[in-house]
């Protein structure tokens, strides 16, 4: 079931000046992103601002993805919602469109129970034939999904694994003590990676790797060959880009320094805002000391 790689990249979704889905900028930030060492690219998660893109543009997104990355790259959709029937609509769209996988969040603001949780999950497994990770974030979503509820996911044949974004190492160490070992488990939080591997992890859903995905598919691999000194060093120097790309609420920080290494971007839209010329300084600030080589061009 290892078929989507260490590094998975959440990606953002470039707008346009009028703010409408920019494909074209889209489609070579991917390419930039597969070139350095991104094996699946993420689209419409909370990164790539699903909260605010329609199903309509999801779905272009996801059509666009398939036909240009088909056998370059794995491609991830973002088909969650607090609605069951919702989820279960989008998953077979993307399913239809062609995608490799889909992420599916714990519903959020309904707040359901660990039952809730499974029979969410359940049903949304049983209506797609494609696999499932699942994505635990309680500190956007209100609900802690508990490890013996990941542990009765783990059980159904095409949930392939978790991005855990806890925050919460010894949580990690109970998912993989209680599920199988196929059962894969991404860190969910760039800061966290070499922790969470070291729990059992093995790898990570980035955002950090649009800038610097080399260095940390590099730590990874160091991480996995049991090198934790070297992986350490680099995990210590990247540092400051994990810090400062949620000085603000994400995307915003990581479109600012997409904009200061030459992609077009464009801004967040409501409600969230770009960020402000103070923050934008230290963004490029944490940048070049944690990727000195960067070419910035403003």
């Given amino acids: 079931m290892f078929q989507f790689g260490r590094l998975i990249t959440a990606m953002a979704t470039p707008f346009s000046a009028n703010g409408n889905l920019n494909i074209a900028e889209a489609l070579k930030l991917g390419d930039h992103l597969v070139a350095t060492g991104t094996t699946t690219i993420l689209l419409a998660g909370t990164t790539g601002e699903s909260p605010t893109l329609t199903h309509d543009e999801e779905f272009e997104l996801f059509a666009a993805f398939v036909k240009h990355f088909k056998g370059r790259a794995k491609i991830m959709a973002g088909t969650g919602s607090n609605c069951t029937r919702t989820a279960i609509q989008s998953t077979q769209e993307a399913e239809k469109i062609g995608v490799d996988a889909v992420l599916q969040v714990v519903p959020y603001y309904n707040k359901p129970s660990q039952e809730g949780l499974f029979q969410h999950f359940s049903a949304i497994a049983n209506s797609t034939a494609l696999p499932i990770l699942l994505y635990n974030i309680p500190g956007r979503t209100s609900r802690n999904m508990e490890p013996e509820t990941v542990a009765r996911l783990a059980t159904v044949a095409n949930i392939f694994g978790i991005k855990e974004a806890a925050g919460d190492v010894e949580q990690v160490k109970k998912i993989k003590a209680l599920c199988p070992n196929e059962f894969l488990i991404y860190s969910g939080d760039d800061g966290l990676t070499l922790p969470f591997m070291k729990a059992g992890a093995v790898g990570v859903v980035s955002v950090a790797a649009h800038l610097v995905g080399t260095e940390i598919a590099e730590m990874m691999a160091l991480a996995t060959s049991g090198d934790m000194a070297k992986a350490a060093a680099i ?21 600012a320094a997409l904009n200061l290494i030459g992609f077009d971007m464009g801004i967040p839209r409501l409600p969230l805002v770009p960020t402000t010329e103070a923050e934008t300084a230290l963004i490029k600030d944490a940048l070049l000391k944690s990727a000195p080589n960067t070419q910035l061009v403003r």
């Fill in 235 to 255: 995990d210590e120097k990247l540092a400051p880009i994990f810090t400062a790309l949620f000085i603000a609420p994400n995307p915003a920080p990581l479109k």
